[in-house]
Structure formats: C-alpha cells, structure tokens
C-alpha cells in the first residue's frame, strides 16, 4: 500500500548505475519505480542524467524532446502502472537546437505536471582536481518551478543549482514544504560539499531536502560521488546512501516541518526593510 496521509508520505531516491546505453537505463529506472511502489513509496526521485553518461560530448547525442521521447514515455507510463508521483532526475532535453539538463514530474496518471531546465550550469575550474564546463554543450534555463503532491508543495533544482542559496530562498517564500535536486557531484568536491549544502538548505528553509545521485562508477570520464541524502527541516539526515547502486525509502512526517517553524520562527523575523534583495515577481512557474 501506498503511504500518503495528511502528514506525509514515503520517498524513494534512486541512486542506480548510469551505463552508455540509454535503453539499459531507462529499463532499470523503470525496474526500480516498480520496486519503490512494492515499498509503498508515493514519490520516486531519480538521479540528475540518470539516462545517459555525464559528459559533455554526449549530451546532444542523447538528448530527446520533452514530452514525446522515449524517456519521457517510459516515465509517464511508469508513473502511471505504478500510480506514483515521479521526479524524473535530469535528461538532456533537445529543444529549438538547444540542449537543456532537464527534470520531468509525473503524477499518478502520467501526465508531466512540472519541468525544471537546470538554471545554474556546472562551469568550474580547480587547477589539480575538478574542471567542467557543462555551458560548453548545455543552455540554462530561466525559471524556478514547484509542483505540488497532495497539500505539500515542492521546489525543484538540479546539482550546482543547489548551491545557490537566493533560489531556495525563493521556494522558501513560495512556501515549498520541500525541495528536490537530482544531482552528481563528483568525488573531489562531494566529501566537503554535497552533504554540507543539503543539510544547509533545509536547515536555513525549514524543509525537507532531497539529493540523488547516480552511484559511482569509477571508470567513467566523470565519477560521481554518490551519497544520495534526505534530510529534515532540522537539518537532521533520515538516510543516506553509500556510494554504491542502491535505494533509500524513507518516511517523512511533514509535522516536522510545522512544529520547526513555529519553534524557531526565522520565517517572520526576518529584517527584509534592512536587506531583502530578492524580488520573486513571476520568478516561479507553480
Ligand atoms: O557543485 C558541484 O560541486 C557539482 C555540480 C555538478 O556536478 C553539476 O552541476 O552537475
């Protein structure tokens, strides 16, 4: 049975293996929503590029159009088989020629109810260790976007998006219960950094924080950290994967969440007359 009540629900995150082939992905992304539904998850998130390898000479040559490709029709219809919501990771998208590092949402009929175009590109340079520069192959997109699942709204990012503290700031207005970012970091930054700024962001929004990574596969060109992580409104981390292929189902109690911010009220002690920048005017799809 699915658990969804007034409180909550139970997340499934996804940290499966991301081969060359697209088929073999798509096919195990599929096996393991069909898994998290016998776990009765309602909602299954899956790691960012999930359908094909990290790696900038091969984002066009995988990219599909959303909705209509064949990742997206498998999504769909899994979400639909298996009445769940599903955060489709990230895919590159191919659109007007451009190629986008996109995340799809689908609900229980299977129908796209939110996409999210990755609006921070990867472009880093340490002399010694990480240099990507995903812009060489990808476009940002413009907008923040949220869906809502039951009574609980959610805020989507993908990977370096996460670091960016003004966009959740934004979803935090918007009133996002939770925020979800597919992501990959990699094994030079991720021991310092990934689970840092996961449990950053839900302690300074009062919200739940999701991350899913791919598992590591340590002879790909990018070798990603692993460690997909859920965190609370506390800050406090309900389950975290190794670096290996494996799933974490965790419940979450969204009671958390409002006794925290009546607790510790932040929300209404802010000083916005002395330093709010953040105009949010039509910032955010809902
Ligand atoms: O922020 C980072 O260190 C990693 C980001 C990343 O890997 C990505 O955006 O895909």
Redesign the pocket.
């Known amino acids: 049975m699915t658990f969804l009540s007034h409180s909550g629900f139970r997340v499934a995150i996804l940290q499966l293996t991301v081969t060359a082939d697209k088929s073999t992905n798509v096919a195990i992304a599929v096996e393991r929503i069909r898994m998290a539904k016998i776990n009765g998850c309602t909602l299954a998130i899956l790691p960012?590029c999930f359908n094909a390898p990290?790696d900038t000479t091969l984002f066009r040559q995988y990219a599909e159009v959303i909705p209509g490709g064949k990742t997206c029709n498998a999504l769909s219809q899994a979400a639909k088989l298996n009445q769940m919501y599903v955060v489709g990771g990230s895919i590159p998208e191919i659109c007007d020629e451009k190629v986008y590092n996109t995340c799809t949402v689908w609900d229980p009929d299977g129908n796209l109810i939110a996409k999210h175009r990755k609006v921070h590109l990867?472009d880093?340079s340490i002399p010694g260790s990480t240099c990507f520069k995903?812009s060489d192959a990808m476009s940002a997109g413009n907008t923040l976007n949220t869906f809502q699942l039951g009574k609980f709204k959610i805020g989507l990012g993908?990977?370096?998006d996460i670091?960016f503290s003004e966009m959740a700031a934004l979803y935090r207005k918007q009133g996002c219960d939770m925020l979800i970012y597919p992501?990959?970091?990699?094994t030079e930054?991720g021991p310092l950094?990934w689970s840092l700024l996961t449990r950053f962001r839900a302690m300074e929004n009062q919200a739940f924080v999701a991350v899913a990574s791919p598992a590591r596969v340590t002879d790909s060109s990018y070798v990603a950290w692993g460690h997909s992580m859920i965190v609370d409104p506390w800050g406090k981390v309900l389950g975290e994967a190794t670096e290996k292929d494996m799933d974490l189902y965790r419940d979450l109690d969204f009671g958390v969440r409002e006794n925290i911010r009546r607790q510790i009220p932040t929300e209404y002690q802010r000083r916005t007359d002395m330093y709010d920048t953040i105009d949010m005017t039509n910032k955010i799809n809902n």
């Open positions: 960012e990290y990867f880093v995903e993908i990977c370096y670091r992501g990959a970091f990699c930054i950094h």
